[in-house]
């Protein structure tokens, strides 16, 4: 894992930049990104455009599956090879194909995608991607392996974030209002230097590669905190792992005032807040191997 991942809410999966260990924080952010936002995942999966339902799908950086049980109830007759740098990620993801009774249809590979030579994995008609690309440091390169991965007329599918999700209200918290805008901000100079494609436009670098895009769209996303009690953990672990990268750049008002939030034992926690919603967008790109 680089050190841009130690620190960053990492949505949708891991890709592999040497990770050898699991990390509890990323797990549960996985989980919950995949809970809170289920809904818009499903949504993305029926938008796909394409031309025939597919038979062989490979879910790239895969994390603990929320694309992959998403890709897998949409197409009740699909096989998915789940692929990720993280044992542990992928031993969650089988455990859950266990307990939803789809251990069948589902294959996991741990691989590093950001080498060369990436294992057999087949020929599907679907490559689905969801921010797991921005965290190649080739990815000109990782976009013709999938090109040559693909069935002939095959979609690839990238979903990517349009940075992290915001929780509160912009004049919370009381005292130092805006703080969590400021936290992104000082985290966003952090992760120009590490994750350099974060908020990269695709479209230009899918054609570069050989595909032809078939469409693209942006889903705005505004969910609010009554909706789930998991959007409180959702916050409280997202801005957690935001404070790693944000704290050299912070005031120290405004990193007492987020540690403020982030304590559990405290009044104050962002746990016990009840003006949360989750705010983000997502952008996804089809493109097709013609």
């Known amino acids: 894992m680089t050190p841009a991942h130690e620190h960053t809410p990492h949505h949708g999966g891991s890709h592999g930049h040497h990770q050898e260990h699991d990390d509890s924080g990323q797990t549960e952010i996985l989980d919950l990104d995949a809970e809170v936002l289920a809904e818009h995942i499903a949504s993305i999966t029926t938008w796909l455009p394409l ?15 929320a694309g992959t ?12 090879t789940a692929v990720d740098a993280s044992a542990g990620h992928l031993q969650l993801l089988r455990e859950k194909a266990c307990a939803r009774g789809v251990s069948d249809r589902v294959r ?11 294992p057999d994995l087949g020929t599907p008609d679907l490559v689905w991607a969801s921010a797991s690309m921005h965290h190649m440091a ?13 069935a002939p007329g095959g979609l690839f599918a990238v979903v990517e974030l349009d940075g992290f999700p915001r929780f509160l ?16 901000r000082a985290a966003d100079s952090f992760h120009a230097e590490h994750v350099p494609y974060r908020g990269a436009d695709w479209g230009p670098m899918l054609a570069a590669a050989g595909f032809t895009l078939k469409d693209e769209r ?7 905190g009554n909706r789930s009690e998991a959007i409180g ?13 944000a704290a050299p750049a912070l005031s120290p008002e405004d990193l007492a005032a987020l540690d403020e939030l982030l304590d559990v034992d405290s009044p104050h926690s962002i746990l016990h807040r009840d003006d949360l919603a989750v705010r983000t ?10």
């Open 169 to 184: 209200p912009a004049d919370a918290p009381e005292g130092r209002p805006g703080l969590e805008e400021r936290a992104h």
């Open 69 to 80: 049980f998403a890709l897998l109830e949409r197409f009740p007759e699909v096989h998915v």
């Open 233 to 245: 953990r959702y916050a409280h672990r997202s801005l957690q792992r935001i404070r790693g990268a």
């Open 281 to 290: 967008e997502r952008t996804v790109w089809a493109a097709r191997r013609t």
């Open 218 to 224: 942006t889903i705005t996303v505004n969910i609010e």
């Open 138 to 150: 080739h990815p000109d390169r990782a976009l013709r392996s999938v090109h040559e991965l693909l």
């Open 108 to 118: 996991t590979v741990q691989a590093d995608l950001d080498t060369s030579h990436w």
């Open 51 to 65: 031309k025939v339902e597919p038979r062989q799908i490979v879910d790239l950086g895969c994390g603990t599956g």
